[in-house]
């Protein structure tokens, strides 16, 4: 009860040191408080304090050295595969820099996946991806939220390309695009635009057009990456 007990806890100093290391609050190179100060201001212990170290360490967000002490360390060594480092990512309103690099990986990986369900997709994959996209247009019909079915859509996609590394990276993409809803859904005129250039990627998909998937998927993120980089032009004069 005990083990279960410190698990518990040191999760919870896990997620808020996690919080605080992604926001910027302990920045690179810097060293958290000390296990005795954790303590203290978790009124933990220093079992469940170690068991939260080692959870944040193993997720590249600090280092733990003789001497040296709890470091953070840098950006380029997070594990950002992690659900969690990917939520509290999410959490921290990333910057539009981040959020160009997360549509340079969707970019890497998308087209090619809409283009091997074309090819591949059995017939419950691509049915799968046809009830997300029902479900967006449903949402656009009545000014609903489209963001889960949205998801749903290019997550369906991932899985009906059978490649089970590109499958792997739903959690990302997941989070890519949650990120992304927040900059980008203003910039369409409408929910049924969305839903409709969704469409044609299904469109392509259903039909095996693989050339013609890839090259759909690819313009639907150009279009927000092209988006996110004017916003970045004009965040930087404004600087």
């Known amino acids: 009860m005990a083990r279960i007990e410190n698990l518990n806890l040191s999760q919870r100093v896990t997620n808020e040191l996690g919080k605080a290391i992604i926001a910027g609050v302990y920045g690179e190179g810097s060293g958290l408080p000390t296990e005795a100060q954790l303590c203290n201001e978790y009124g933990i212990s220093r079992?469940?304090?170690r068991e939260a170290v080692k959870m944040l360490a193993a997720k590249g967000l600090i280092s733990s050295r003789p001497r040296q002490g709890i470091r953070v360390e840098p950006p380029e060594n997070w594990?950002?595969?992690?659900?969690?480092?990917?939520?509290?990512m999410f959490e921290s309103s990333p910057s539009l820099l981040v959020l160009?690099?997360?549509l340079q990986m969707r970019l890497a990986i998308e087209p090619q996946a809409a283009a091997l369900a074309a090819k591949h997709g059995t017939p419950?994959?691509?049915a799968q991806i046809e009830a997300a996209l029902n479900a967006m247009d449903h949402a656009?019909?009545?000014?609903?939220?489209?963001?889960?079915?949205?998801?749903?859509?290019?997550?369906a996609i991932l899985l009906a390309s059978g490649n089970r590394f590109f499958y792997q990276l739903r959690d990302f993409i997941s989070t890519a695009l949650n990120v992304s809803f927040?900059?980008?859904?203003?910039?369409k005129d409408s929910l049924q635009t969305i839903a409709d250039?969704?469409?044609k990627i299904f469109q392509a998909?259903?039909?095996g057009e693989a050339e013609r998937a890839k090259n759909m998927m690819a313009y639907l993120i150009d279009e927000a990456m092209a988006y996110i980089e004017l916003k970045i032009s004009e965040a930087e004069l404004t600087a």
Do not use: C, M, P
């Not at 656009?140 to 997550?155: K, L, N, R, W």
């Not at 927040?182 to 910039?187: G, L, S, V």
């Open 100 to 102: 160009k690099e997360f």
């Open 182 to 187: 927040q900059y980008t859904t203003n910039a």
């Open 47 to 49: 079992t469940a304090v």
């Open 205 to 207: 998909i259903q039909n």
């Open 124 to 126: 419950q994959a691509i």
């Open 79 to 88: 594990n950002l595969y992690d659900t969690s480092v990917l939520g509290w």
């Open 197 to 199: 250039e969704h469409r």
């Open 140 to 155: 656009a019909q009545t000014d609903g939220s489209i963001h889960t079915s949205d998801v749903e859509f290019h997550t």
